[in-house]
């Protein structure tokens, strides 16, 4: 079963996102050579704790922090700790969360620690962010689920190969449904599975968290021994970005925004609807 929110959760799940974007903000300017990933931790529990807001990662699953920090080969689900020490020329993903009277909010993005990054880093953040908008653009009343996978996906193969021969879009982790619960259905593949079939029908009520995870390289992963961290097979680098997002009759809202997703939606002739909190 989908859950369809009312205007009210939406308003809830937009103070979530708030405080997500916050948190966002915080660690990225703490993200530079010489900090650790716990160092990232810290700051986020304190931009949740600021709030008011609690963490939906801490306890998830046994999860033990308040964000997920993903280094270089790393795709999703790293654990802060004090031994990964950011240097430059990393980069790092950064997934966080956040629940405000009972509503969640859930994005990520991909940070790069000091300089000196290659060209095709820049490049495979940009596709990644990229195919990200493509997905919540095609986000509209009517269409159906797979027309968001289709779109993330078109985006990334309309690319221009990287030196390392193709972008690999990872297959075993996707985006979901979001509301009530951080994860929930329905379960959004970043590429087109005849076997799925179409997927829901979006409908005002619908709320999304849609998330592309591209590798230099391959689109199989392993876990770690930690049952956590997930890794590239073939040790390519990788990046993650997300936003979680509420349909709506007037249009989408991009919750974990700060301008609701105005200004990039414009890009693809998207408006949005009025940002809920006013």
Same mark, same amino acid.
């Not at 029908?201 to 591209?214: S, Y």
């Given at each position: +079963?989908?859950?369809?929110?009312? @205007? %009210?959760?939406?308003?809830? +799940?937009? %103070?979530?996102?708030?405080?997500?974007?916050a948190i966002h903000a915080a660690t990225r300017e703490a993200a530079v050579p010489g900090a650790t990933t716990r160092d990232l931790d810290m700051v986020a529990r304190k931009v949740i704790a600021d709030a008011g807001a609690t963490s939906n990662f801490l306890g998830y699953g046994g999860f033990p922090a308040t964000i997920c920090t993903s280094v270089n080969e790393v795709v999703v689900h790293g654990i802060p700790d004090d031994k990964t020490v950011l240097k430059d020329g990393d980069i790092i993903s950064i997934?966080?969360?956040?629940i405000v009277d009972g509503w969640h909010g859930d994005a990520a993005y991909t940070a790069f620690v000091g300089t000196g990054h290659a060209p095709e880093l820049l490049e495979l953040s940009r596709v990644t962010e990229e195919s990200m908008w493509a997905g919540i653009a095609a986000m509209k009343l009517g269409n159906r689920l797979v027309d968001i996978s289709k779109a993330i996906e078109q985006y990334?193969?309309?690319q221009p190969r990287p030196a390392t021969g193709k972008y690999g879009i990872i297959e075993d982790y996707g985006g979901h449904g979001i509301g009530s619960e951080m994860h929930m259905d329905p379960h959004l593949l970043n590429y087109v599975s005849r076997k799925r079939g179409k997927g829901i029908?979006?409908? @005002?009520?619908?709320?999304?968290?849609?998330? @592309? +995870?591209?590798s230099l390289g391959t689109a199989q992963t392993e876990v770690l021994a930690d049952d956590w961290t997930v890794i590239t097979t073939d040790g390519t680098w990788s990046s993650h970005w997300e936003h979680s997002i509420a349909l709506t009759e007037a249009g989408p809202i991009v919750l974990t925004s700060p301008d609701c997703g105005k200004a990039k939606l414009a890009e693809y002739g998207v408006t949005t609807a009025p940002d809920p909190l006013g």
């Open positions: +079963m989908v859950q369809i929110k009312t @205007p %009210e959760q939406i308003a809830k +799940m937009r %103070e979530a996102g708030l405080v997500v974007a997934d966080a969360g956040a990334i193969r309309r029908k979006l409908v @005002p009520g619908v709320c999304l968290a849609i998330e @592309p +995870m591209v």
